[in-house]
């Protein structure tokens, strides 16, 4: 039984790097070809397009005859390093906004979003606290911290995310109850907030479902795209923090749907 469980742990961990590199073939070349993928990769033509499905279905890329393309949403799928350079400033300035509404002693939730690791950055002094996240630089940067408690949602990693992601992370998610939550979001559009992929989607809606607070951090660059799968109507959020450079217009817009809005200058 126990050389059964490695073999299935090394082919589940095999199977996350071929569609991770598959994902990053597509995203450089923008176009990739069935027969080729099953060459380099040395499966069958069956495993290619099972792994194509599900990446096509995670909205990184779109199936063709004999291959597959990227998606114009899946040009936003890039390395957590590269996302957190996006609005790094404002990204800062709105998180220390946010520890205004965080309070010694709160369990805090944080998705797998840099907006959210940057104010984990700067929990350390908030201590004690509890921690709930998905996002695996958080757990790294937060754990060990005196007086921070770190509970890590379980799941299927995301090598592309560097997140627990899916049904199962969504699952424990919803056992868990939280003071505050802080949360972002690859795209505000007409009121609401859009990701590109279904699978953060799941996370991020049953963080929401058991939080006591939400906090939608957005800076202005969120407003500026679009994403094909909705989160939530920004109505659904108690608070949404922008930066300074969210146009005023933006802010009247968002205020004038009833959103309550906080913006970060500092």
Same mark, same amino acid.
């Given at each position: 039984?126990?050389?059964?469980?490695?073999?299935?742990?090394?082919?589940?961990?095999?199977?996350?790097?071929?569609?991770?590199?598959?994902?990053?073939?597509?995203?450089?070349?923008?176009?990739?070809?069935?027969?080729?993928?099953?060459?380099?990769?040395?499966? &069958?033509?069956?495993?290619?397009?099972?792994?194509?499905?599900?990446?096509?279905?995670?909205?990184?890329?779109?199936?063709?005859?004999?291959?597959?393309?990227?998606?114009?949403? &899946?040009?936003?799928?890039?390395? %957590?390093?590269?996302?957190? &350079?996006?609005?790094?400033?404002?990204?800062?300035?709105?998180?220390?906004?946010?520890?205004?509404?965080?309070? &010694?002693?709160?369990?805090?939730?944080?998705?797998?979003?840099?907006?959210?690791?940057?104010?984990?950055?700067?929990? $350390?002094?908030?201590?004690?606290?509890?921690?709930?996240?998905?996002?695996?630089?958080?757990?790294?940067?937060?754990?060990?911290?005196?007086?921070?408690?770190?509970?890590?949602?379980?799941?299927?990693?995301?090598?592309?995310?560097?997140?627990?992601?899916?049904?199962?992370?969504?699952?424990?998610?919803?056992?868990?109850?939280?003071?505050?939550?802080?949360?972002?979001?690859?795209?505000?559009?007409?009121?609401?907030?859009?990701?590109?992929?279904?699978?953060?989607?799941?996370?991020?809606?049953?963080?929401?479902?058991? $939080?006591?607070?939400?906090?939608?951090?957005?800076?202005?660059?969120? #407003?500026?795209?679009?994403?094909?799968?909705?989160?939530?109507?920004?109505?659904? #959020?108690?608070?949404?923090?922008?930066?300074?450079?969210?146009?005023?217009?933006?802010?009247?817009?968002?205020?004038?749907?009833?959103?309550? %809005?906080?913006? $970060?200058?500092?």
């Amino acid at each position: 039984m126990g050389e059964v469980g490695v073999a299935q742990v090394d082919g589940t961990v095999s199977q996350q790097q071929r569609r991770e590199q598959i994902r990053q073939d597509v995203l450089a070349h923008g176009h990739v070809r069935i027969e080729r993928l099953v060459e380099e990769h040395g499966v &069958s033509g069956m495993t290619i397009h099972r792994d194509l499905d599900l990446l096509e279905r995670q909205g990184w890329l779109r199936k063709i005859r004999g291959g597959a393309t990227s998606t114009p949403g &899946s040009l936003l799928a890039r390395s %957590v390093g590269a996302r957190r &350079s996006d609005a790094a400033d404002a990204k800062a300035r709105i998180a220390r906004h946010a520890l205004r509404h965080i309070t &010694s002693g709160q369990v805090v939730a944080i998705d797998d979003s840099t907006s959210g690791l940057a104010v984990a950055e700067l929990l $350390a002094p908030a201590a004690p606290l509890t921690v709930v996240t998905n996002f695996l630089p958080v757990i790294n940067l937060l754990s060990g911290e005196n007086g921070l408690h770190v509970i890590g949602l379980g799941g299927d990693y995301h090598p592309g995310f560097d997140a627990f992601l899916g049904l199962h992370a969504a699952d424990m998610a919803g056992t868990l109850r939280s003071d505050v939550l802080l949360l972002s979001t690859t795209a505000v559009a007409d009121g609401h907030c859009l990701h590109r992929s279904q699978e953060t989607v799941q996370v991020k809606r049953a963080l929401m479902r058991t $939080a006591a607070t939400r906090i939608l951090l957005a800076d202005h660059s969120k #407003f500026e795209r679009r994403a094909v799968h909705e989160l939530a109507p920004l109505t659904d #959020f108690d608070l949404v923090i922008v930066d300074v450079d969210t146009p005023p217009p933006v802010v009247e817009g968002l205020r004038g749907r009833g959103v309550a %809005v906080e913006i $970060a200058e500092a």
